[in-house]
């Protein structure tokens, strides 16, 4: 068996799964030495370390990444509730969640088909990465001329997040806040009722609390969001369709409705296999003591296959009754967004 070579070389491998088994049988938090990072696989300790109030998502010593420092990118970056702890991420995201659970999810799906059906791209990993971005604007009440400078923004920016990032993608992603910006500043004075934005807007001004800077940064991560996770969700699915005997004729058939797919494609294969957290005072996590400034690896996607979590969980089952998808996070940074993802990703497929 070709195993990867790490948990992050796991990310890129054509099945990093029996090399995810061999990571939970070890111990509940290992160290990687060559990555300096303690790695968590456990379907338990992977919560435990998600919720740990010790723990959080960004380095207290880096809050925004040293590419994008005092750019417009970093700027954007350090509004994202996702990317912060404290009073912005306890003020900031209840509006969001508040928001988010507003919405019709029918009504959003069928949004999602339309969008779905009527765009092109020149290839499919451009559809993949355009459908969820450009279903998200039209839920926030953008008109379809809009979507694909909206898509090209929201890809420049996304693309300065990667340590491998080049110059010049660092250069545009700086370009694209201070293109969407303007046009969320724009929509919010004029949101269209019925909108996600005239929702979020409705919950901001309820909740008293949120600078209007921070708000519409928060409404371009909406798009940022979505952007490669639910293309990543979307692909998977695409690739399951092709890997499991049975399961397009199904799809086609009506046997397996779309929306099971996707959920299950999200347990079995998610798109985010991993994230990171970071020790801000001295910690004990899974009888592990650790110390400030010591980082760990989050492998969700090892997690998912955890059989304590999720019996028989190799065995790809879309008629599966119940489903814990890590995947999205798990406590104060759980992705709110969960259920709408799952309905785009359905649409698209």
């Known amino acids: 068996m070709n195993f990867p ?8 491998h054509p099945d990093p799964y029996p090399y995810y088994a061999r990571l939970r049988a070890g111990p509940p938090l290992a160290y990687e030495e060559r990555l300096r990072l303690w790695v968590a696989s456990r379907a338990d300790v992977v919560m435990q370390v998600l919720v740990h109030p010790s723990l959080r998502v960004r380095p207290p010593a880096e809050p925004v990444p040293r590419a994008i ?11 994202l509730v996702r990317m912060n702890d404290g009073p912005l991420h306890t003020t900031t995201r209840p509006v969001l969640q508040r928001a988010l659970a507003g919405l019709d999810l029918v009504s959003a799906h069928g949004l999602a088909l339309e969008v779905a059906g009527g765009l092109q ?10 459908m969820p971005v450009s279903a998200v604007a039209a839920l926030l009440g953008f008109d379809a001329a809009q979507w694909p400078a909206l898509v090209r923004w929201t890809r420049d920016f996304v693309a300065c997040l990667s340590p491998l990032s080049t110059q010049e993608q660092l250069n545009a992603a700086s370009m694209a806040p201070l293109e969407l910006l303007p046009r969320f500043e724009a929509m919010t004075e004029a949101a269209r009722p ?15 609390v949120v600078e209007r800077r921070t708000l519409l940064c928060n409404l371009v991560g909406l798009l940022s969001q979505t952007c490669e996770s639910t293309a ?4 998977n699915a695409i690739v399951a369709l092709a890997r499991e005997p049975g399961l397009l004729a199904a799809l086609v058939g009506g046997r397996a409705p779309a929306a099971d797919i996707v959920a299950e494609v999200a347990r079995h294969d998610p798109s985010v296999q991993n994230t990171r957290r970071f020790v801000a005072e001295p910690a004990i996590v899974a009888g592990t003591q650790l110390a400030a400034g010591d980082a760990i690896l989050v492998v969700l996607g090892a997690a998912q296959r955890d059989t304590s979590h999720s019996p028989d969980a190799d065995h790809f ?3 599966r009754t119940e489903r814990h998808l890590l995947g999205f996070g798990h406590g104060p940074h759980a992705c709110p967004r969960q259920a709408l993802a799952l309905a785009i990703a359905a649409a698209g497929l």
């Open 5 to 12: 070579t790490d948990p992050i070389a796991a990310v890129t």
């Open 69 to 79: 420092a005092g750019t417009p990118a970093g700027e954007l970056f350090s509004q």
């Open 121 to 130: 791209t020149q290839s499919l990993d451009d559809w993949c990465l355009a």
């Open 194 to 208: 019925g909108s996600l934005v005239a929702a979020v807007c409705r919950e901001a001004r309820q909740a008293g």
């Open 232 to 235: 990543g969700l979307l692909g």
């Open 317 to 319: 089952d879309p008629a």
